[in-house]
């Protein structure tokens, strides 16, 4: 998608609560992949890299990833009632589907089909994640770091995370400020070589 094309905004409050019910139905162990989709290619309320930027803030802060994300888009827009109005779209409708199918899943959760759906929409979900986290990748094509340092910033992280089994903690204290302070060196650098420019 163009990064040029002017970019839409939430018509309403209602707008927002509307979208995020929607976005929120559609997600099964994890909505990342949904809402890069929503947001990014069809609403066209950021471009790719303003998504990663906000998904990065979102994963840093306590809490739930997408929580952080809608209320970060809502509170953008409309300020606190587009905040919570997000909110409550992200949580009200799944919150009901998930009560009726806690009830309805209890009685089945035993039978060796309900863990392999349960197993299968796993596998569904990791792959839906891997793919979106693909198509993200040209948004760091401006990433002031640089693709080489985004690129060695993942595969330490993935290494010390998944195969090393350090705890996460430790991980964004290292490695995360390492990142972040050559993200400062690279932005310094950026807007005294822009001051310099006549």
């Known amino acids: ?58 994963q840093i802060l306590p809490g739930p990833n997408v929580i952080n994300f809608c209320l970060i888009i809502g509170g953008r827009y409309f300020g606190l009632r587009g905040a919570l109005a997000a909110l409550a779209g992200m949580l009200a409708a799944p919150t009901a589907v998930l009560l009726v199918l806690a009830l309805a899943f209890g009685s089945v959760s035993d039978q060796a089909w309900a863990q392999g759906a349960l197993r299968g929409m796993g596998a569904v979900a990791a792959g839906m994640i891997a793919a979106t986290g693909i198509k993200l990748i040209t948004a760091l094509k401006s990433n002031p770091m640089g693709i080489a340092v985004c690129t060695a910033v993942m595969l330490s992280t993935f290494i010390g995370v998944s195969l090393l089994r350090w705890p996460l903690m430790w991980v964004l204290l290292g490695i995360g400020s390492l990142a972040c302070g050559w993200a400062y060196v690279q932005l310094t650098r950026q807007a005294n070589a822009t001051k310099a420019t006549p």
């Open 1 to 58: 998608m163009p990064e040029e094309l002017p970019l839409n905004r939430p018509k309403s409050k209602t707008d927002l609560f509307v979208s995020f019910t929607l976005l929120a139905l559609q997600g099964f162990g994890g909505v990342l992949a949904v809402v890069q989709r929503e947001v990014v290619e069809r609403k066209r309320w950021m471009t790719p890299a303003q998504f990663v930027e906000d998904w990065a803030v979102a």
